[in-house]
């Protein structure tokens, strides 16, 4: 059946052969039980390092030395669990035997949203201020990246001496930030983290075209498009999903006015929709033209952000889409040409993008069908991905190939998702709790509205 699903290709794309329906959901227990394998087998074969290599039972380092991330980023995943225990030696191993001041140069984005994140989430479940102070200095380290003629972050940061380096970073490396540094500033009482973050995002949105269209990257120093394309998926998405998110836990009328006009250009110009299809493709910033009929499985984090912004019937038929390519392959490649229907990226890193989107469509909705399309997104990865101890990345959908990789953000955000869609933990959920890009969630009743336009220093 699934077979004849993927021949019939886009005439069938919101049919109903679909490979999830009408199987038994996985429970909560059943992923919760595979997090836990998988870490097991990275404290033992990968402990002290980054990543763990799931096929070769090595490990992996992004960088010359350390800076476990692996273990950062499971952390909370592990408290929305509830394993104690593995978060407790987490904590002490941070504490005890993790230092930062390093002389590596370490991309500004993906620390900010996996290491600072992490840290902060570690602080907000224990509230230990020596954890805040381990953030604080992490904090302190990345902001140096912002000394930029433009206030926008280099895209590479040297931990230990401050230096910056790389001018050119896409939207998603500029305007990435709001978030974390908003949360550090609350914790701190230090505005100067929230203010530097917004000015790297203020600074994009400043320079849309007259269309209220964004480019995909820039150049720091002198603060020119280096690419006029707009774009909602790899290399853009977290810029819109930052603006949206941190003005629900800071409450920034700033915020709120920069996503409504940039969500309103986005819907207006970037769609391309059949009866049974919606796809958001690259268009040209100043005139609206449609350039390059290609998707990113990054863009299946859409959903989430239109169901949130109360636009469910594109969010719902976006995320069958998704589902609908998700089906074709029986995993979803990186990257798509929906005009030609070839694969142009044919791996898949065990992202979390569209788990994360039929968790919120659940949510929002309560239809059964999110449910079911998670049970095939969970079957399928347990089907090709699993390896004897833990899950590796897949370099090409079309043959299953699995190239011995484990990302950090599948503990951080795949498995997280998986378990909160299949009903674990309800007290975590999107209704009490704003996740960060690399799902880490903070609780908004900590976040005092009063308090908060003090400390973030917002008018
Ligand atoms: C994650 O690291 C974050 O969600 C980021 O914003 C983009 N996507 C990756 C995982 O696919």
Redo the contacts with the bound molecule.
């Keep these: 059946m699934m077979k004849l699903y993927r021949l019939l290709g886009v005439v069938a794309l919101c049919g109903s052969l679909t490979s999830g329906f009408g199987q038994p959901a996985p429970t909560a227990a059943d992923v919760k039980a595979e997090f836990i394998r998988s870490w097991d087998a990275y404290r033992t074969y990968a402990w002290g390092h980054d990543v763990l290599k799931p096929v070769t039972k090595g490990y992996a380092d992004w960088y010359k030395a350390s800076l476990h991330i692996s273990p950062i980023d499971a952390y909370s995943t592990m408290r929305v669990m509830g394993l104690d225990k593995e978060a407790k030696e987490v904590e002490a191993y941070i504490l005890d035997s993790v230092s930062f001041d390093k002389d590596l140069f370490v991309k500004t984005f ?1 620390v900010n ?2 290491i600072l994140g992490g840290l902060l989430s570690m602080y907000q479940w224990t509230q230990n201020p020596q954890l805040l102070a381990k953030a604080k200095d992490f904090g302190d380290r990345e902001l140096n990246a912002f000394n930029s003629p433009t206030g926008l972050p280099y895209y590479l940061v040297n931990l230990k001496t401050g230096q910056g380096k790389g001018a050119v970073v896409n939207i ?1 490396e500029g305007g ?1 930030y709001l978030f974390e540094m908003g949360i550090l500033s609350y914790y701190t009482k230090d505005p100067k983290y929230y203010q530097a973050a917004k000015k790297a995002s203020t600074y994009i949105y400043d320079h849309r075209s007259a269309l209220n269209l964004d480019g995909l990257s820039l150049n720091i120093e002198t603060g020119q498009w280096t690419d006029p394309r707009s774009f909602i998926g ?1 290399c853009a ?2 810029y819109y ?1 930052y603006l949206y998110k941190s003005w629900l836990l800071f409450n920034d009328p700033d915020l709120k006015k920069m996503w409504d006009v940039s969500i309103a250009a986005i819907n207006k110009y970037v769609p391309e929709e059949s009866d049974t299809a919606l796809w958001y493709g690259y268009v040209d910033m100043n005139t609206g033209a449609k350039v390059l009929p290609e998707v990113t ?2 863009d299946a ?1 859409f959903p989430t952000l239109l169901g949130m912004n109360g636009d469910m019937r594109l969010a719902e038929k976006f995320e069958h889409t998704w589902y609908w390519l998700w089906n074709r392959y029986g995993l979803e490649p990186g990257g798509y040409n929906y005009h030609t229907q070839q694969v142009t990226d044919p791996g898949y ?1 065990l ?3 569209i788990v ?1 989107s039929a968790y919120y469509l659940h949510t929002l909705t309560g239809k059964q069908e999110y449910l079911d399309m998670g049970t095939t997104f969970y079957n399928d990865i347990l089907k090709y991905c699993k390896t004897p101890i833990a899950f590796s990345s897949i370099s090409d959908v079309r043959t299953m190939q699995q190239n011995d990789e484990l ?3 599948f503990f ?2 795949t498995m997280k998702y998986f378990y909160l869609l299949f009903g674990g933990n309800p007290s975590v959920s999107i209704n009490t709790y704003v996740f960060n ?3 880490n969630p903070f609780k908004k009743a900590d976040f005092v509205p009063s308090e908060v336009k003090k400390r973030l220093a917002i008018q």
Excluded: G, W
Aim: net charge negative; hydrophobic share 30%; charged share 35%.
């Design positions: 993906e949203i996996r998603a990435t790899a998405d977290s999903e499985l990054y984090f890193d992202n979390p993008e994360e990302p950090t953000f951080a955000e890009t690399e799902a």
